[in-house]
T-cell receptor, first 114, second 113 residues
Framework: AQSVSQHNHHVILSEAASLELGCNYS??????LFWYVQYPGQHLQLLLK??????LVKGIKGFEAEFIKSKFSFNLRKPSVQWSDTAEYFC????????????FGQGTTLQVKP | EAGVTQFPSHSVIEKGQTVTLRCDPI?????LYWYRRVMGKEIKFLLH????????ESGMPNNRFLAERTGGTYSTLKVQPAELEDSGVYFC???????????FGSGTRLTVV
């Protein structure tokens, strides 16, 4: 069955700390991968996406993610977090041949202490 | 460009009542999706419209849920009668027929008491 799993449900960091949020997927066939962020009171926004090509993907606000096919992983990273990064982060996937239906992970709440 | 608009933003209803959620997609987006997040769980797909046609409704929980997309523009999701387990945040998203461009609305928080 298709699934996306996020390892950490709640992460607390101090400003300037490095961030890595884990995401693993189980998907038959070619998969497209995404990270979304939801800031408090706002809508889901796309941070970055991977369709093909360079497995290291750079997104907005200094975030990046690396697609490692052998590990079925797509972890999100940021070298130095800011208080404004406090939000909930979602990893998601869909098959390249499907209708665009997204499979989401459980979400990770990131709290950055000033 | 205007984003995806959902209303109401919050709704509190009693068990057994009917509620209708509305989603206005980005103008020109043929694809419209509904998702739901029950507290503590992941965001789950409900259904997908292409224009006015239901492309995939495999995620609809049961026949108490009815989605429509009149004229391929806005969409409504009706829950009748509502049950306690229907509480959650209902998200709508739209995307164009080509390219990625998946855009989410802010969601409707439904509480059934």
């Amino acid at each position: 069955a298709q699934s996306v799993s996020q390892h950490n449900h709640h992460v607390i960091l101090s400003e300037a700390a490095s961030l890595e949020l884990g995401c693993n997927y189980s998907y038959g066939g070619t998969v497209n991968l995404f990270w979304y962020v939801q800031y408090p009171g706002q809508h889901l926004q796309l941070l970055l996406k991977y369709f093909s090509g360079d497995p290291l993907v750079k997104g907005i606000k200094g975030f990046e993610a690396e697609f490692i096919k052998s590990k079925f992983s797509f972890n999100l990273r940021k070298p130095s977090v800011q208080w404004s990064d406090t939000a909930e982060y979602f990893c998601a996937a869909h098959g390249s041949s499907n209708t665009g239906k997204l499979i989401f992970g459980q979400g990770t709440t990131l709290q950055v202490k000033p | 460009e205007a984003g995806v608009t959902q209303f109401p933003s919050h709704s509190v209803i009693e068990k057994g009542q009917t509620v209708t959620l509305r989603c206005d997609p980005i103008s020109g987006h043929d694809n419209l999706y509904w998702y739901r997040r029950v507290m503590g769980k992941e965001i789950k797909f409900l259904l997908h419209f292409v224009k006015e046609s239901k492309q995939d409704e495999s995620g609809m929980p049961n026949n108490r849920f009815l989605a429509e997309r009149t004229g391929g523009t806005y969409s409504t999701l009706k829950v009748q009668p509502a049950e306690l387990e229907d509480s959650g945040v209902y998200f709508c998203a739209s995307s164009p027929s080509s390219g990625y461009g998946y855009t989410f609305g802010s969601g409707t928080r439904l509480t059934v008491v």
